[in-house]
């Protein structure tokens, strides 16, 4: 008698992909989002936690989500330059040094700029 091929059962479905949250379209702030399993406002956010992770599986932080409340600096359709040096207490700093953990720290001076905002290519801001 002929042999006959037991049927192959077809593949398994691939598994659904989870993708990160798109950003905001624009410099504009999330109405709400999740930081630590609860539901908070950029006006709540932007007090302290702007450079906070929100504890995602995108590694998310709170300026991801409130872009305006945390003056988080957008970049869109312009050039991402580090500008150095700058001014920092009346020194000079570069844009390397910013990179230690400065990044967010105000310069003090009468413009109210951060240290982001001299150097928002090295402090990840675009």
Not at 73 to 101: M, S, V
Not at 108 to 113: D, K, L, S, V, Y
Request: with cysteine.
């Amino acid at each position: 008698p002929p042999q006959t091929e037991a049927p192959v059962p077809p593949p398994p479905p691939p598994p659904p992909q989870t993708e990160a949250p798109a950003p905001p379209p624009s410099c504009e702030d999330e109405d709400e989002f999740e930081f630590r399993d609860k539901w908070r406002t950029c006006e709540w956010a932007s007090q302290f936690y702007c450079r906070r992770k929100v504890k995602n599986e995108w590694g998310d932080r709170v300026y991801d989500f409130c872009r305006e409340s945390c003056d988080y600096d957008c970049f869109e359709g312009e050039e991402c330059l580090d500008e150095e040096p700058f001014i920092y207490r009346k020194r000079e700093k570069d844009c390397e040094w910013a990179t230690t953990a400065w990044c967010d720290v105000k310069t003090r001076n009468a413009e109210g700029t951060r240290v982001r905002d001299h150097c928002p290519e090295s402090c990840n801001m675009c």
